[in-house]
């Protein structure tokens, strides 16, 4: 009896160790996290494996802090060399990325099966919450239009700062005014005064494996205040998601006669998308299908070429009869890293995109044909970009040393 109790005491004790142990290790991996500018931090250790969830706010891009964070925690405890990391965007799930080394060598998967990793995460204290948190990002807004004969060109430059800040889960309140500085502009272009650019609330409702489905409601960009709603379905084929995007809005803007008004209610908008990633070439194709913003149907096709963090592309547009083309990018703006030190933090923007319209066709201009809106002052082809082939490429080559 007297050896049954010393086995049971031992046990215990064994148990107790360990379970300090890893608590232990759990909370200096938040701190370690926490202090390289990451929030939402929950982490878990369960034998030689990390299951952790951040949010960074820090690091531009969709991949550079996912690769940090592990080579962060590696360095300190050289033990893990297994992770599981979900990776959150306004508090929601997006991907979930594998990770292992094996002789010197990582191996990273990336994609949307993160149930298992957030059951286990669920019981875990959160860390350095992003909840009210400021960011004040100062946007450049430069447009340049040619299609009048008796000059070159009409031209605006405008500043844009965006406050906005998450107020709860999968919530973000954005309020942008733009602010003209210098322009030559006819007398009735409401370019040429202060006015409302994106002011919402936008509320991402579901992300997981199969969907994603948000919203948004108030001020859109350029000129449109109304309400809109998106459904994306990731399809089983690697890279390919189907969608649709719809509104209901309304011209919002000022000029010299009237002020500023809201009117043109009867605006409609809806788009199907299939948009694709192909990996090798590192292309991403999207077909777009639907009513445009001013009533006019066809479609749209983009050809978009990631370079690591550049996006260059390409489009073609077909609607009533008309064509248009041109082109745009997001080409990185701001530091890789802005770390997030306060309640608020003033910030130049991770990317800064434009699009060029060619424009030839005087009926495609009068009756503003193939037009579309923003909800977010981020929205290009780099920001929240979360692509899992894009990102596991990117995740891996900077583990082994092969991108900075």
């Not at 010393?6 to 215990?12: A, C, E, G, Y």
């Not at 406050?163 to 006819?186: C, E, F, K, N, S």
């Not at 809806?270 to 066809?298: C, H, N, S």
Request: proline letters at 3%.
């Amino acid at each position: 009896m007297r050896r049954y109790i010393i086995t049971l005491v031992s046990f215990i004790y064994c148990a107790l160790q360990v379970g300090a142990q890893q608590f232990l290790a759990e909370k200096n991996i938040a701190d370690i996290l926490s202090e390289e500018g990451f929030e939402d931090i929950a982490t878990r250790v369960a034998e030689d494996t990390v299951f952790l969830s951040i949010e960074d706010r820090t690091y531009r891009g969709t991949f550079r802090g996912a690769a940090t964070a592990i080579q962060r925690i590696s360095a300190a405890h050289g033990a893990y060399n297994q992770f599981e990391l979900v990776l959150t965007d306004y508090k929601m799930p997006q991907l979930i990325v594998h990770a292992s080394k094996r002789e010197g060598i990582w191996d990273v998967r990336v994609d949307r099966q993160f149930h298992r990793a957030l059951s286990l995460l669920r019981q875990q204290p959160t860390e350095a919450t992003s909840t009210a948190k400021v960011d004040i990002t100062l946007f450049p807004m430069v447009s340049l239009i040619n299609n009048k004969l008796y000059h070159l060109y009409d031209y605006s430059v405008r500043i844009a700062p965006a406050i906005a800040m998450t107020l709860w889960r999968g919530a973000r309140v954005t309020i942008q005014p733009i602010i003209p500085v210098a322009h030559y502009l006819d007398d009735t272009n409401s370019m040429r005064f202060i006015q409302p650019g994106v002011i919402n609330l936008s509320q991402q409702w579901l992300s997981n494996k199969h969907w994603h489905l948000s919203s948004a409601v108030g001020f859109f960009h350029p000129e449109r205040m109304g309400v809109q709603a998106a459904a994306t379905w990731h399809s089983p084929i690697r890279g390919l998601d189907l969608s649709v995007d719809a509104g209901y809005t309304g011209l919002a803007n000022y000029d010299k006669e009237n002020g500023f008004g809201v009117n043109t209610w009867n605006r409609f908008n809806i788009m199907a998308k299939a948009d694709y990633y192909e990996p090798y070439t590192k292309v991403q194709v999207e077909l777009q299908a639907g009513q445009f913003l001013f009533g006019d149907r066809g479609g749209r096709v983009d050809l978009t070429r990631h370079f690591s963090e550049y996006a260059i592309g390409v489009y073609g547009i077909y609607t009533s009869g008309e064509t248009n083309m041109g082109f745009h990018f997001a080409i990185p703006f701001g530091g890789k890293r802005q770390k997030r030190s306060g309640a608020v933090r003033l910030r130049l923007p991770e990317y800064y995109s434009w699009e060029y319209s060619y424009k030839s066709y005087f009926k495609y201009y009068l009756e503003r044909m193939g037009e579309s809106y923003s909800t977010q002052p981020d929205d290009n082809h780099s920001a929240h970009y979360w692509e899992p082939a894009y990102v596991e490429e990117y995740v891996q080559r900077i583990l082994n040393g092969d991108f900075e």
